[in-house]
C-alpha cells in the first residue's frame, strides 16, 4: 500500500522590517499569535540577505530607516529573481504620507500607517498573502497547460508521423502484399493510440472537473475487454497476456471508460517492459475492503531511483521499453488521476522473482 502520511502545511512567512525593536516585537507577536512565521529584521541590508537565502511570503517595511531606507530595500527586494514577487507592504507614519506616490509607483502593493490597529494590519497581510497565492496557483495553471499542450502535440505528431510514412511507403506499386499489410496494420495501430491517448487527455480532464459515476462492475470483464485491445501489440512481440481470477463474480465500483483507460496504460506499459516472447499476468482478487487488479510482467522493474517519480508527470523513467516504443512520461500520472476520480488508487510493487506489479485498488461493491 502506498505511504499516504501528509507533512503538515508550512506557515506563510512575514518579514517585518523595522529599525525599531519595540515596532518589530509588537507587530512580531501579533502576527505569531494569528499563526503567521515571523522574521523579525532591523536593518535593510540584513533584510536583503535573508530575503535572498530565503524569500518570505510577504514583507513589512519600514518606508524611513538610517542606513537603507524603505525605498532602497524595496528596491533592492525587486533586484533579487527569487523576491521580486514578493509583496511589500510599507509601514508609514502620517506626515509621510506624502510619499505614497513614491512608494506605489516603486512597487509597493499597500502601506499601513502608524500607530495601526491591529484588525486592519492582521486584514490587509491577510488579504496579500491570499492574492498572491492566487496569482502562484494562476501561474502554476498556466504552466501545467502548456506543458500539457507540448506533450499532448508531441505524442500526437508521433503517431501523425508514423501514419504519414506509412501512407508515403503505400504509395510504391511494387511493394509485396504482405508489406502492404503490415504497413497498413502500422497506420491502424498509430491511429487508434493517437485516439486513445487523446480521448483519455479530454476524459481525464472533464472528469476532474464534473466528477465520474461509478457502478457495479465485474473486474474480469474489465480485464479482459483491457485484454482484448492490447491481444494484437502483445502478439507482435510474442508476448502471451495472462488472466487469473480469485472470484470470477468480483464486483468494484468502477466506470467503464475510466477503468478501462488505466487498464489499457498499465496492459500496454507491461508489454512495453517486458522482454520479448515473455508473459504478462493479470491477476484480480480482494485486499481488505477493496478490489485490485494488478498486471504484472517480468521487465526491469522500477529502481529506487525512479518510484518518486513513478506518478509524476512528464517524468521519463530510466527504463527503456524493450521494442524500441516511445513513452512520453504522461501515461501514469494521469492513469492514477483516472484511478482516484473513481474513488480508487494505484501503485507500484515489486514481483517476487523479478519484474513489476502495478496494482489499481477501486472499492468493492
Do not use: C
Amino acid at each position: 500500500m502506498p505511504n499516504r502520511f501528509q507533512s503538515p502545511v508550512a506557515l506563510p512567512v512575514v518579514m517585518v522590517v523595522d529599525d525599531q525593536s519595540a515596532n518589530v516585537q509588537v507587530v512580531g507577536q501579533l502576527l505569531t499569535q494569528a499563526d503567521y512565521d515571523v522574521v523579525p529584521v532591523l536593518d535593510g541590508r540584513e533584510a536583503l540577505a535573508l530575503a535572498e537565502r530565503s524569500p518570505p511570503d510577504l514583507v513589512l517595511l519600514d518606508m524611513r530607516m538610517p542606513g537603507l531606507d524603505g525605498f532602497a530595500v524595496l528596491e533592492g527586494l525587486q533586484a533579487l529573481p527569487q523576491a521580486r514577487d514578493v509583496p511589500v507592504v510599507f509601514l508609514t507614519a502620517d506626515h509621510e504620507r506624502d510619499n505614497l506616490v513614491r512608494a506605489f509607483a516603486s512597487g509597493a502593493v499597500d502601506y499601513i500607517t502608524k500607530p495601526f490597529i491591529a484588525e486592519e494590519l492582521l486584514a490587509r497581510v491577510r488579504t496579500h498573502l491570499d492574492l498572491k497565492r492566487s496569482r502562484e496557483r494562476l501561474a502554476r495553471v498556466a504552466e501545467e497547460r502548456q506543458r500539457m499542450a507540448e506533450i499532448v502535440s508531441h505524442d500526437l505528431r508521433n503517431h501523425f508521423g508514423n501514419i504519414l510514412f506509412s501512407a508515403d511507403m503505400l504509395r510504391d506499386d511494387d511493394l509485396p502484399g504482405d508489406v502492404r499489410k503490415s504497413l497498413a496494420a502500422s497506420i491502424r495501430e498509430s491511429a487508434d493510440a493517437g485516439v486513445l491517448f487523446l480521448q483519455a487527455f479530454l476524459d481525464q480532464q472533464h472528469d476532474q472537473s464534473h466528477g465520474v459515476p461509478v457502478k457495479p462492475m465485474l473486474a474480469t470483464e474489465l480485464a479482459e475487454r483491457a485484454m482484448r485491445l492490447l491481444s494484437p501489440q502483445a502478439g507482435r512481440k510474442g508476448i502471451a497476456l495472462r488472466l487469473a481470477h480469485e472470484d470470477p463474480d468480483l464486483l468494484v465500483m468502477a466506470e467503464a471508460a475510466g477503468a478501462g483507460h488505466v487498464l489499457q496504460n498499465l496492459i500496454s506499459n507491461a508489454i512495453k517492459y517486458a522482454p520479448p516472447d515473455s508473459e504478462v499476468a493479470i491477476t484480480t482478487g480482494r485486499r481488505g475492503k477493496f478490489g485490485a487488479i494488478a498486471v504484472h510482467d517480468r521487465g526491469p522493474g522500477i529502481g529506487a531511483q525512479d518510484r518518486e517519480n513513478l506518478f509524476k508527470r512528464y517524468v521519463r523513467l530510466s527504463s527503456q521499453p524493450t521494442g524500441g516504443e516511445s513513452a512520453t512520461g504522461l501515461g501514469l500520472a494521469l492513469a492514477k488521476q483516472r484511478a482516484r476520480t473513481m474513488g480508487g488508487d494505484l501503485w507500484y510493487e515489486d514481483r517476487s522473482g523479478g519484474g513489476a506489479s502495478f496494482v489499481f485498488e477501486l472499492a468493492l461493491a
